[in-house]
């Protein structure tokens, strides 16, 4: 499975971003999906996660109300839409997978994911 990962930039605060990830390969349409992110710091933080079977979404609390993960089956892509940025978003943002579970949620753990994208980066400026 290889994960391609775009749509990052620099934006102001209140502003929005979508950053896509697609997926590619044999098993590539029973994928769950995730979203971390990373900062200038080295611990990738979790955002957002979309199971396959369950399409049930989960949210890091940071995330909630504000970004949006939804998944085109067709298209094999996952997108992160991003609303109402504050500068404490600025982070790479990168995209996971997994093959697809019974598990309802999505994990929270990076290293629950096999599959990394290469990464997209967010900038918010104040």
């Known amino acids: 499975v290889q994960l391609q990962a775009s749509g990052g930039g620099s934006v102001q605060a209140g502003d929005f971003v979508t950053v896509s990830c697609v997926a590619s390969?044999?098993?590539?349409?029973?994928?769950?999906f995730a979203w971390f992110r990373q900062g200038p710091g080295p611990q990738r933080d979790f955002v957002a996660a979309?199971?396959?079977?369950?399409?049930?979404?989960n949210y890091a609390d940071s995330a909630k109300d504000r970004f949006t993960i939804s998944r085109d089956s067709a298209k094999n892509t996952v997108y992160l839409r991003m609303n109402s940025l504050k500068p404490e978003d600025s982070a790479v943002y990168y995209c996971?997978?997994?093959?697809?579970?019974?598990?309802?949620?999505?994990?929270?753990?990076?290293?629950?994911?096999?599959?990394w994208g290469q990464g997209t980066l967010v900038t918010v400026s104040s």
């Open positions: 390969g044999p098993t590539s349409s029973t994928l769950d």
């Open positions: 979309f199971t396959w079977r369950a399409r049930a979404t």
């Open positions: 996971a997978a997994r093959l697809g579970s019974s598990a309802w949620y999505g994990p929270r753990s990076s290293i629950d994911y096999n599959y």
